[in-house]
């Protein structure tokens, strides 16, 4: 009997934890989106915005969302990447911009102490990403990975074929929706710019010349199919999960 109870209760912590883990995943997904819409309204080019949202993963690998506010930890994420990008950003401009995502009708901030104190506050929670990262805040993007692809991938096909179909268009749009969620700080970039690539020809439906070798194979030699497969998965299933946080 005892025996039974036990499995009961295992069961369902893990289902319990499973449950948990769908919604964090949820938090994680709407709190980039909030990254990557705030960085655009800053006009941050591609790479800080990628750095904050692997910062912001980074954190989150070690700190608990039941301690830590993740939109505090974004903004202080946005403006950590401004410095390590060389796009230095103001934190009233973050903080504004930050406070009009959430308030679309309100007008900027006064300069009161709610303002200071939450300027504190971002400040403050930088230093603890700096910390809990141990200072490791300069990373390597798949973004100049994508671009030597799609210039091989475009040898290979006939100059109509490459002009009819948004192939590059779609790869990079993939690439920037990877940082929604941990697959871009759990895989390498090159990896994660071949599958963004892969993807995009399998949407359209495009077939390469093959030779001895796949054409992937070529471009990035230390990855498999199944690995492909695996992070291709995981990208289809952000997809999924844009859905259920709309």
């Known amino acids: 009997m005892s025996t039974q109870a036990s499995a009961s209760g295992s069961v369902n912590e893990a289902r319990g934890r499973s449950a948990q883990d769908v919604e964090n995943s949820k938090t994680h997904f709407r709190v980039c989106r909030f990254i990557i819409e ?3 309204k800053l006009g941050m080019r591609s790479v800080p915005m990628a750095t904050a949202c692997v910062l912001y993963h980074r954190f989150f690998q070690s700190a608990s969302l039941r301690v830590y506010e993740p939109y505090l930890v974004a903004m202080s994420a946005i403006y950590l990447a401004g410095k390590v990008e060389e796009q230095h950003l103001r934190t009233r401009d973050i903080i504004n911009v930050c406070h009009r995502y959430f308030h679309p009708e309100s007008e900027p901030m006064e300069l009161d102490w709610k303002f200071w104190e939450l300027r504190d506050s971002v400040v403050q929670c930088e230093l603890l990403i700096l910390r809990q990262l141990n200072f490791q805040v300069s990373f390597e993007h798949p973004h100049k990975y ?19 179909t948004p192939i590059a268009e779609t790869a990079l749009a993939v690439l920037k929706d990877s ?16 599958t963004s690539l892969y993807l995009a020809l399998q949407t359209y439906g495009v077939q390469l010349p093959r030779g001895e ?3 992937w194979q070529v471009v990035c030699a230390d990855i498999t199919k199944a690995q492909i ?9 952000l997809y999924d999960m844009e859905a259920k946080c709309t």
Do not use: D, F
């Open 146 to 164: 994508v671009l030597q692809y799609l210039l091989s991938v475009k040898s290979l096909l006939n100059r109509h074929a490459w002009s009819r």
């Open 38 to 40: 705030t960085g655009v």
């Open 229 to 237: 497969e695996t992070i291709m998965s995981e990208l289809l299933q």
């Open 179 to 194: 940082y929604h969620g941990s697959v871009c700080v759990r895989y390498k970039p090159q990896h994660l710019a071949l």
């Open 213 to 215: 070798l796949e054409w």
